[in-house]
């Protein structure tokens, strides 16, 4: 099962955070954070009324996660509250891809910079290189312009890998490329 052992962590303002796999109970938790993220982020593929919330639906994504190797969702929480999300997955149960996955992750607004996201990564990296997945690299696509979560990504060993024209149509017209990221883990 892929799931990450809870722990706590210290964001840079001392306040003790908690990173954990989501469980199914958290689902209406995660409906609300999930509000929160596409109302509040211009840099998220999914515009607010794209995103359904609806509860049965979130605790099967919740639940898929469930048995797959080369997949983890983590969480981190204060107070009860969901307040920054990381998922990765592999994709496919096809072999030559096996090795690669990529990933989504988010921060609510008034905890952005504080290291929340850091910590994600970290953990998701902590684990793509101690359990018994084929993961041997991290890939993601970043919207170009989005430099607080590029500087994330390089600040941790990623390298711009590529970039795509135009990946991004955004509601008012204008185009965003896409910037492809890659961390090798070995
Ligand atoms: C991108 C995002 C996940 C980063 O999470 P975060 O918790 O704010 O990031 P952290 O506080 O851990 O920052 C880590 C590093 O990223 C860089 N960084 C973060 N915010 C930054 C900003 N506003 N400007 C420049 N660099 C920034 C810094 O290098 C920072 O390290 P430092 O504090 O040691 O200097 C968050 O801003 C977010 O949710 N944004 C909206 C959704 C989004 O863009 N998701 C990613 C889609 S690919």
Known sequence: MAKIEKTEEILK???T????????????KFIDYCNHMFSNSEFVVTEPDEYEG???KQQKWITDFDGKAGAISIISELDGKIIG???????????????????????????RGKGVGKLLISKLIEWARSSDNSV?????????GNKPAIRLYESLGFKEEGRV???????DDRYIDGISMGLWLY
Do not use: C
């Open 13 to 15: 303002d001392g306040t």
């Open 17 to 28: 955070i908690v990173l954990r796999s989501p469980e199914i109970e958290d689902a209406q």
């Open 54 to 56: 609806d509860l049965e």
């Open 85 to 111: 999300n990381i998922d990765f997955r592999n994709r496919s149960g096809r072999r030559r891809i096996q090795h690669r996955g990529d990933f989504g992750m988010g921060v609510v607004k008034e905890f």
């Open 136 to 144: 041997e690299k991290i890939e993601l696509m970043v919207m170009a």
């Open 165 to 171: 024209y135009k990946e991004i149509k955004m509601s």
